[in-house]
Nanobody
Framework: QVQLVESGGGLVQPGESLRLSCAAS?????????MAWYRQTPGKQREWVAQISSQRSTNYADSVKGRFTISRDNAKKSVYLQMNSLKPEDTAVYYCNRVPNPASWGQGTQVTVSS
């Protein structure tokens, strides 16, 4: 059973950067998965942020395009989200998961952008 652990969140000021990590375990075929990052704020539905295919093609939500970069390291069974030029509206709990057929959701990592 695939397990996902997100890390790297924190409190930053507007314009600063963060790099989130997502480590997968319980699978030997991580390289075959498409993976995505999502985010959620209280009272709102989880929002898709970025996605990377097994072939490393990427897609981004319009709200983060040009600021966020998703990448992966199959040897480490990990996916990353480099977030630059952060804005207060990026504040959320960030999650990663497999696409499609998501695994159980991890605990997420809190990102807070505030001056």
């Amino acid at each position: 059973q695939v397990q996902l652990v997100e890390s790297g969140g924190g409190l930053v000021q507007p314009g600063e950067s963060l790099r989130l990590s997502c480590a997968a375990s319980g699978t030997n075929i991580f390289s075959m998965y498409a993976m995505a990052w999502y985010r959620q704020t209280p009272g709102k539905q989880r929002e898709w942020v970025a996605q990377i295919s097994s072939q490393r093609s990427t897609n981004y939500a319009d709200s983060v395009k040009g600021r966020f970069t998703i990448s992966r390291d199959n040897a480490k069974k990990s996916v990353y989200l480099q977030m630059n030029s952060l804005k207060p509206e990026d504040t959320a709990v960030y999650y990663c998961n497999r696409v499609p057929n998501p695994a159980s959701w991890g605990q997420g990592t809190q990102v807070t952008v505030s001056s």
